[in-house]
Structure formats: C-alpha cells, structure tokens
C-alpha cells in the first residue's frame, strides 16, 4: 500500500523560504507522477504544482517563478521548493501521487498535509 509522509511546514515571513519534503513508500516510486496541492481554511483544495515519471513539470501560475517541484528517486521523495512567500500561500499543503493534471480526484494516494503559514 502506497503512504506518503510530508514535513518541512512551518511558520514564516512574507517573503521567506521553506522546502516541503514527501516521502513515499509501498510504491515504484519512479513510475508515478506526483503532486502538490493546498487547501485553506474555507477554500476549496487547489493545484499547485506537478512532477511525471518522466520528468514533465507543471504549475500553478499564481506559484509559478517562484516555486520548483523536483523529485529524488533513489529516495523515493519529491520536493516543493517555496521562496518569495506570500501571505496567500498560507494553507495546508497536501503530497499526492498516481495521477496527473490539476484536479484533486485525479490522483489515487494522497499525505495528511502539512501547515505553511506565511505572516506580513
């Protein structure tokens, strides 16, 4: 059975950086396409960025410039790298795996998130 773990939340200030890790395991981590999405408190969960098999990038355009997505396969761990953090960033941060494009019900597995709060 495929778990994903994220950490590296925290609090910081506007304009600061934070790197996410996911770790997956039960999985062929190299042949699944991975994602990032967040949600705030009364919003709905959105995309944020993606990461394939093969390598392909996506992103949101309200992160893109300023966020990067990378994975480390031979410790099964993709990466979302945040800098220039906004106070809108704030949200809790999901890893998702075995899908692909910007809709949450695309992927199979998902993290139990991790808070990111961003403060002026």
């Known amino acids: 059975q495929v778990q994903l773990v994220e950490s590296g939340g925290g609090l910081v200030q506007a304009g600061g950086s934070l790197r996410l890790s996911c770790a997956a395991s039960g999985c062929t981590f190299s042949s699944y396409n991975m994602g990032w999405f967040r949600q705030a408190p009364g919003k709905e969960r959105e995309f944020v960025a993606a990461?394939?098999?093969?390598?392909?990038?996506s992103y949101a355009d309200s992160v893109k410039g300023r966020f990067t997505i990378s994975r480390d396969s031979a410790k099964n761990t993709v990466y979302l790298q945040m800098n220039s953090l906004k106070p809108e960033d704030t949200a809790v941060y999901y890893c998702a795996a075995g899908g692909w494009g910007t809709v949450p019900a695309e992927y199979n597995y998902w993290g139990q998130g991790t808070q990111v709060t961003v403060s002026s």
């Open positions: 990461i394939s098999w093969s390598g392909r990038l």
